[in-house]
């Protein structure tokens, strides 16, 4: 039995698959290998493209953007030649010196006596005589009659002083009651019993007195109401 030789089962024989233009022995051909690297190559300088394109436009997004000229603005510097003019200083008393400067300029006021603490309208006249800056420019009155409920007021078309009041001889604004076409020139003195003179002498009717006076002073550009007398 040991000097038999092996027996050989054909029927185990193990076959390699058969892998066409391949043979036993022999290696894949150069034709097979070549384009896979070409390819390989393609593919590598695709994604070294891509990458730096990816980059580039990271970069741009992130710089800054130029201004659209479209959209600046010019902003000019200010003249300092000419400011702005400026408001006026609140007033603190009834009126102001530089508001009155014109002869027989008028305004309309509330006096506040200060030891009776009533209240009466009143009115500041500038005078046309005598200085704008000073007491004796002006002409403080009550508008209430000193007898009466009527109140006076300022007349300054001397068409009504003729056709309301009859009065014919009026060439400047006087002062009237309506109740009683009384009229009183502000430029005339009157004496009253006890010598004492007051502004506003009675040109035309059948009043008492004429209007009570108000004193006022001047501080600087502004005009106060001070007492009634």
Known sequence: ?????????????????????????NKLPATTTAPLKIVGGLVAVVFVVVGIGYF???SHRHAAQPADPLLQVEVSAPDLGNPPPQAPPPMRGIARVDAMAKPWSAVEFDFRDSFTAQHS?????????????QPSGYWALSLKAPYGNCQLELVNDLSKLKNDYGYRAGKYPMIGNPCSQSVFDPLKMSNL???????????????????????VKIEGQDIFAVRME
């Open 1 to 25: 039995m040991a000097d038999q030789p092996p027996i050989h089962d054909e029927r185990f024989k193990a076959e390699m698959p058969a892998i066409p233009g391949v043979g036993p022995g």
């Open 121 to 133: 309208p009143a009115l500041l006249l500038r005078l046309p005589t005598g200085s704008a800056s």
């Open 56 to 58: 580039v436009s990271r």
């Open 193 to 215: 019993q006890g010598n004492v003179w007051v502004r506003g002498a009675m040109v035309q009717g059948s009043d008492l007195r004429p209007p009570l006076g108000i004193e």
